[in-house]
């Protein structure tokens, strides 16, 4: 699985707007994971059967933080 990206969004849309539907977009992402979770905490997988999804679902938070601090610096400019 290669590592989750950020979005594109149209250049029309300027800042915040923009990081806020990165956000939306990479949360929704994240969302389709949560299944891997409920599994390995019911003992039905392993971290190891998931091991890939895993490594992609940490791309996608890494995003979603590289995110947030975009939000926060844009709040304090």
Known sequence: MDS???ID?????KEP???YI???AAK???A???YIGIKIAMGVATTED???EIEYTES???VIRDIQEDIDNYKES
């Open 17 to 19: 707007d923009k990081y």
């Open 28 to 30: 929704q992402e994240i």
């Open 9 to 13: 969004v149209p250049k029309e849309v």
């Open 60 to 62: 996608i938070r890494q």
């Open 4 to 6: 989750y990206t950020r």
């Open 32 to 34: 389709k994971y949560d």
């Open 22 to 24: 990165q956000l939306d």
């Open 50 to 52: 998931y091991s890939e």
